[in-house]
């Protein structure tokens, strides 16, 4: 499905090139620091967010922070301008830019935090952005459900995440990575297990390991640019990052090591075979990223400096390779208009530079030298041999790097050097602008390899002791490390490999066999979605009735229950009855008060209700005059007089209360009213019985006239003391004025559509 | 009398709740209108009720003279009638344009949102 | 509501009330009053002069929409809370200037934020509570 894509229309517009240039800046930005963090050590950014929560916006820039800032940016500003060139003349290329450049910052966000809340809020905008990015082609319905299933399981997986986070932060004390990870291993201390499930759950969601991986391919429906940076240095590494720099805190323990290396090991070589299976290019490369996001979780189970390394390294070139590659794939789908692996073949001759570039990232892809990926799998086989289970480690570690041989040259060799293929379209070169990217990665890629004493001392050193908690012994990027196993393990990863590239499409035949009768993750999802739907869609059908006194009545009756229950359960002194110093007129209003609500209750007359409503506003007024509240008294008196204005000129226009002149009566109703008022009575009596503080009180006695210059303190405390509140409340006057205004006016201009034929005065009923 | 408002308080809610559960939706108003009544006063009557003195410092002073009211709930309240009016206001345009449209004043035949058969719109 | 009498003394009742309710604005800080009062004095005032000359007939002495009021009074009264920044004090911490003096006693007259705060409070509640009151006069 290739966008549209107009090959006349204008790309450089001016939404694309400043995201290109606003990530050009961050990345030279970072760039800076390349020479700074190895020599002086990790920088760090403090702002106060909330203090009181241990809440603070703290950046903390070191080496693996560093590494995956540059890849962020670097990647990010070239496969901006590639999907400059790639949408060009998209209706909705705008919209693109930004959500691309949010996600972009969102991901920066994440891997520059220090404070574990801030992590975890760029972690969810990072899902949040990356689900608009999969569900940009928002018409077409399979495009939406995978962005659904990949915001759905990944922001579960962040709740786990952020219990998890809590309960570090509570038991440690601290919220920040710098501290925590200062602080050594936590495994040995209480809820590390919980923590540790709790951490891995969101991580493994993240970074799609086995089982939680089919959402990975899912989101190959977003436009290719996108799949090249979600895929490659982004999104997905979001898991691998957390457990980088987690290593120091959560690593050492023997469920770290063996649920790391289980789930990683299994993930590789499941992906790497679900890889060789695909004939979409494109499916085949998005199953290669489950493959290295297994391996890199495989290799960070260890806690040698050798495995360490071979992780950090071996991220750096999947990185490079991978985002060159979709990119590259981009370009064949674009020109040629298709990404079938049986379709494409002798595209070298056209597309020269784009062929120069896939070659490249696919030698590295399959780790052969002088490329940085035969240091990373060389070091990959000396790092296994040092871990837990290491035969296990072993077995697996050259399972996926063979079957990633074979798919190097399924996606990188044969569509560009293989034999001519049938084509929809006659291939060209692609425009400047798209071929940029992948030849800039592939060079990238070549150069690291070429000079692995530059790289390991700028990139792969820094964050190993980042992940390590200590700097490492250095030196171990060498494209010859002398004759030894683990050498002889990458000739025979090489031999396996190019035999399985030539059985390969034998081999996908059976594989394609096997995986119809396989467990299908995917529809199960479905299944589990549609299960959700119809319990949600049960308990509403039993909850929500749709009727207003239903809803009303459980609200009551939840109130009452759980008011009285506290009462009962928290007993104190049997409020008295005090009626000592209520006079004569303090009797008198009551009785008016209570007159004037026996009215409304009881009348079927709208006119007698409204003169009961005057009548308990007004004797509410009283109180206020008799008991030193002039101003509440005034203010209550003069809303009474609106009220009555409002309703008389509203309820003349509306029917009779009741039909027959005689409402009926509701003895269960009536049981909860006297159940709900004794309730507040009893609530009331006990307030009123329990000493009074006057702390505040006396404050503002004090304060009124010698602080803020005002004699009447009710006032002062409403325009000095607390004006945010009064502010508040008058923005929400405001707002319920106008709503009501667009009510009246608004219902005046459109008329009724779907209301039934207005049947004569037949809603004046009443049960 | 915190003792006597307590009472007059538990029975303008009893009041407010029974109407609140009728069906006639002008009766329900009504309930709102008698609720916001009880809920100021109990806000009034939890900072203590005093007589006859005003919350004011005198020309002259620098605090007020004596026990006063304490102003503190009656700010609050003050303003929780302004808000209530709004409130009161918002809810009889709603009831009005119901009316309007609908032509009944029946919550329980108000079912455009969550029609009966609602099961059938949910697909 | 057609009667002579009622209009007539309307007019002069509406001015008024209208005094009466700045009088209470004003006098606030230090007596009953303010501006939640005054505002709603105010919309009695006009309220009174819609019954009795109908809502187009208060609404062009009025001369400016009520909702137009409310939104600038919440204008005002967010200015008056902005003010406190140019002093680097808080939001909403009262402002003193005191006119030919350094202090209450010794100064003529004082300008400060929280009486610009009480306008702009006045002039909300006027203006709501108008335009709710006009809308259900010509709606229902």
Known sequence: ?767 | MEALTALVVGLLVAASVYLMLARNFMRFLFGLILLSNAANLVIFASGRMTKGAPALVPYGADTPAGVVGNALPQALVLTAIVIGFGLLAFTLALAFETYRRLRTMDTDKMRVAEPKDADEDMK | MNSIIFTAGARILVALLFVFSLFMLLRGHHLPGGGFIGGLLGAVAFIVYSLACGPAEAKSALRVSPEGIAIVGLGIALVAGLVSFLFGDPFFTGQWYWVGGDSYETSLFSLNTVLVFDIGVYLVVLGSILSLAYAFEEET
Request: net charge neutral; no cysteine; aromatic share 10%.
């Open chain 1, 1 to 767: 499905m290739a966008e549209p894509s107009d090959p006349n229309a204008p790309w450089v517009t001016p939404a694309g090139m400043i995201t290109v240039a606003l990530t050009a800046t961050l990345f030279l930005f970072f760039l800076q620091y390349l020479p700074v963090v190895p020599r002086d050590g990790a920088v760090q950014w403090v702002w106060d967010w909330i203090p009181s929560l241990q809440v603070r916006l703290s950046f903390w820039l070191d080496g693996l922070s560093l590494m995956f800032a540059l890849l962020i940016t670097g990647i990010g500003t070239l496969v901006m301008l590639y999907a400059a060139r790639y949408l060009a003349g998209h209706p909705q290329y705008n919209r693109f830019a930004l959500y691309l450049f949010s996600f972009m910052l969102s991901m920066l966000g994440l891997v520059l935090a220090d404070n574990l809340i801030a992590l975890f809020v760029f972690w969810e905008l990072t899902t949040f952005t990356s689900y608009l990015l999969i569900g940009f082609s928002h018409t077409d319905p399979k495009s939406r459900r995978n962005a659904l299933q990949a915001l759905l399981l990944t922001a579960a997986g962040g709740l786990a995440l952020l219990a998890g986070f809590i309960l570090i932060g509570v038991t440690q004390g601290t919220f920040e990575l710098s501290q925590l990870n200062a602080a050594g291993s936590m495994a040995e201390q209480p809820y590390y297990l919980g923590i540790l499930i709790l951490v891995l759950l969101g991580a493994f969601t993240k970074s799609a390991q086995v089982p939680f991986h089919f959402w990975l391919p899912n989101a190959m429906a977003a436009p290719t640019p996108v799949s090249a940076y979600l895929h490659s240095a982004t999104m997905v590494k979001g898991g691998v990052y957390l457990l980088a720099r987690m290593h120091p805190s959560l690593s050492g323990s023997d469920v770290w090591i063996y649920t790391l290396t289980i789930f990683g090991g299994v993930t590789a070589v499941f992906a790497s075979f679900m890889a060789l299976r695909q004939t979409d290019l494109k499916q085949t490369l998005a199953y290669t990223t489950l493959m290295a996001l297994g391996t890199l979780v495989m290799f960070l189970a260890g806690s040698s400096g050798y495995a360490i390394t071979a992780a950090m390294t071996f991220l750096l070139v999947h990185s490079l390779y991978k985002a060159g590659l979709f990119l590259v794939i981009g370009i064949v789908d674009h020109e040629t208009g298709t990404r079938d692996a049986n379709l494409l073949g002798g595209l070298a001759r056209a597309m020269p530079i784009t062929a120069l570039a896939a070659g490249l990232s696919g030698l590295a892809m399959a780790g052969l030298p002088p490329f940085l990926g035969f240091i990373a799998k060389e070091l990959s086989y000396a790092g296994a041999l040092t871990m837990a289970i290491s035969w296990f480690v072993v077995i697996m570690g050259m399972a996926a790097f063979a079957l990633m041989f074979a798919v190097a040259l399924i996606v990188a060799w044969k569509p560009f050097f293989g034999p001519q293929g049938d084509l929809p379209r006659k291939p060209h070169e692609g425009p400047w602008a798209m071929v940029l990217g992948p030849a800039m990665l592939s060079v990238i890629g070549l150069l690291a390899g070429l000079l692995p004493g530059v790289t390991a001392y700028y990139l792969v050193e820094p964050a190993v002791a980042a992940v390590m908690g200590a700097p490492d012994v250095g030196g171990r990027l060498k494209l010859w490390a002398g004759f030894n196993l683990p050498l002889v393990l990458s000739l025979l990863t090489f031999a396996l490999g190019f035999v399985l590239y030539l059985v390969h499409a034998r081999l996908r035949a059976m594989l394609a066999a096997m995986e119809a009768r396989a467990i299908d993750m995917d529809a199960g999802w479905d299944v589990l979605l549609d299960r959700f739907m119809a319990v949600a869609k049960g308990q509403t059908r039993v909850i929500q009735t749709g009727v207003l006194r239903h809803y009303m009545f459980v609200t009551f009756a939840v109130f009452a229950l759980t008011v009285l229950g506290t009462l009962v359960l928290r007993p104190a002194a049997a409020p008295a009855l005090n009626f000592a110093g209520t006079g004569f007129v303090e009797w008198g209003i009551a009785a008016l008060i209570v007159a004037g609500t026996m009215v409304v209750v009881l009348t079927s007359s709208r006119i007698a209700a409204l003169v009961g409503l005057g009548v308990v506003g007004i004797g509410v007024a009283l109180i206020f005059i008799a008991y030193s509240a002039p101003d509440v008294a005034i203010t209550q008196i003069l809303v009474e007089l609106l009220v009555v204005v409002l309703l008389a000129v509203a309820l003349l226009k509306m029917p009779h209360l009741d039909r027959t002149g005689k409402q009926s009566h509701r003895p269960f109703d009536a049981g909860l009213a006297v159940l709900v008022g004794g309730v507040t009575t009893w609530v009331l009596l006990r307030v009123t019985n329990t000493p009074f503080d006057r702390r505040l009180t006396d404050f503002f006695e004090a304060s009124s006239w010698t602080e803020a210059f005002g004699r009447n303190i009710v006032n002062v405390i409403l325009v000095d003391f607390r004006t945010l509140d009064t502010f508040g409340e008058i923005a929400v006057v405001i707002v319920a004025a106008l709503g009501a205004f667009a009510l009246l006016k608004g219902g005046a201009k459109r008329p009724p559509e779907d209301a039934p034929e207005p049947a004569p005065e037949t809603a004046r009923e009443e049960r």
